[in-house]
């Protein structure tokens, strides 16, 4: 019997899910499978109550958990400053996989923004900035969901060293699964080169970490892929993750 048998029956005996009590669990039994595995025990746990966000540096994750749970819903957070190569990427995205692309924005636009608060938040407050116009949207769209999948990978930045494959999201109060914490810059370029994955084309103009184009600038050879974010500012996460 496998973690998802099991957690199948737990739901079918309870009709609920007590989510704290399988984190531990199936963060063990899921250390060192592989991607696929997890995710089909993401979607066989939560089902429609599982959902993805991406930030369309590239459609890795989105290609995975499509060929799992196809119609899955995507959430994107439109901050409105992004590139416009971002924006052609979800709009690909959504010509090409089979899921729900969902767009997420701020309470206020750019412009009410700058008229509330000073223009250039981004660069005189820069973790408020990125609460407003990130972290408080996604925390409203996860509101309806028991679980959502992230893409980030151990191997990015110290902050996120200690990931696990599945985790407690205490401030959301749901799961989080991160079924690629584990692979390595090498396991990312050969899984899009071998199934011809969308990628945003910036990727191929020394932009290998992507955010807001105000607080994203290009990389020089040698220089870590994220410290092309939020360069000179102290900072090196948006906050969604922490």
């Given at each position: ?5 099991i ?8 009709g ?7 984190v ?25 109550r ?28 439109d901050?409105?400053?992004h590139?416009?190569e ?13 899921v729900n ?6 309470s ?12 250039r ?5 820069p973790?408020l900035?990125?609460y407003?116009?990130?972290v408080e ?5 996860l ?6 999948i ?5 191997d990015?930045?110290?902050s996120?060293t ?10 959301r109060q ?6 690629i914490?584990a ?7 050969n ?9 945003n084309?910036l ?10 184009a ?5 990389v020089?050879?040698?220089?870590d892929?994220?410290s ?5 500012l102290g900072k ?7």
């Amino acid at each position: 019997m496998t973690l998802v048998d099991i957690e199948v029956g737990l739901r079918q005996q309870r009709g609920t899910l007590d989510l704290q009590d399988i984190v531990e669990s199936a963060a063990t039994f899921l250390e060192g499978a592989p991607a696929r595995e997890i995710i089909r025990w993401a979607a066989a746990t939560f089902g429609d109550r599982l959902c993805l966000t991406s930030s369309m540096s590239d459609a890795l994750l989105i290609d995975l958990v499509s060929r799992v749970k196809p119609g899955v819903d995507v959430l994107f957070i439109d901050t409105g400053y992004h590139f416009a190569e971002t924006i052609g990427t979800r709009d690909a995205v959504r010509q090409v996989y089979d899921v729900n692309v969902i767009d997420i924005r701020s309470s206020r636009t750019v412009e009410e923004q700058d008229r509330d608060l000073g223009p250039r938040l981004f660069g005189r407050n820069p973790d408020l900035c990125c609460y407003l116009r990130k972290v408080e949207p996604l925390n409203r769209a996860l509101e309806p969901y028991l679980a959502w999948i992230s893409g980030i990978r151990r191997d990015e930045s110290p902050s996120r060293t200690n990931t696990k494959v599945v985790e407690w999201d205490a401030k959301r109060q749901m799961v989080k699964v991160n079924p690629i914490a584990a692979w390595s810059q090498d396991d990312v370029d050969n899984y899009m080169a071998d199934n011809g994955v969308l990628i945003n084309p910036l990727h191929y103009d020394n932009y290998p970490s992507i955010g807001c184009a105000p607080c994203t600038r290009q990389v020089a050879e040698g220089e870590d892929p994220r410290s092309g974010r939020w360069a000179g500012l102290g900072k090196v996460e948006c906050g969604i993750h922490l």
